[in-house]
C-alpha cells in the first residue's frame, strides 16, 4: 500500500502560481513513477503530468507544457507540481497517482491516488 497526501491547492488570480505537493508513505520503494491528474466540475478526470522515479523522465500534456513543471524529491518521498502562469480553465481538483508497474513516463496506469486538492484560478 502507498498513501499520498497533496497539499498546496487555493485560489490564486489568472497569471499567478502554485506548488502543489504531494507526500508518499507506505511502500515507496516500489512505486515507479508519479502523476498529477485534474478533474474540472463536470468534466472526466485528465492526465496532467508524470515523472519516472527513478530516472526522473517527464511528461506532460499538451496544455501545460511550457507553464507547469513535475519534479520529485527521492528523500523526501514527494513529487511536486509547479504551476506558472495560470489560467482559469486551470481550475480543478488535482490529484496525486502513484505507479507501480516499471516503464516510461507516459504509463497512464496508476495504482494509487490521493483525496485531491483543490486550484482555484479567478479572471
Known amino acids: 500500500q502507498v498513501q499520498l497526501v497533496e497539499s498546496g491547492g487555493g485560489l490564486v488570480q489568472a497569471g499567478g502560481s502554485l506548488r502543489l505537493s504531494c507526500a508518499a508513505s507506505g511502500r515507496t520503494f516500489s512505486v515507479a513513477a508519479m502523476g498529477w491528474f485534474r478533474q474540472a466540475p463536470g468534466k472526466e478526470r485528465e492526465f496532467v503530468a508524470a515523472?519516472?522515479?527513478?530516472?526522473?523522465?517527464?511528461v506532460y500534456t499538451d496544455s501545460v507544457k511550457g507553464r507547469f513543471t513535475i519534479s520529485r524529491d527521492n528523500a523526501k518521498n514527494t513529487v511536486y507540481l509547479q504551476m506558472n502562469s495560470l489560467k482559469p480553465e486551470d481550475t480543478a481538483v488535482y490529484y496525486c497517482?502513484?505507479?507501480?508497474?516499471?516503464?516510461?513516463?507516459?504509463?497512464?496506469?496508476?495504482?494509487?491516488w490521493g483525496q485531491g486538492t483543490q486550484v482555484t484560478v479567478s479572471s
Open positions: 515523472i519516472t522515479w527513478s530516472g526522473g523522465s517527464t
Open positions: 497517482a502513484a505507479r507501480m508497474a516499471p516503464g516510461p513516463a507516459n504509463l497512464r496506469e496508476y495504482d494509487y
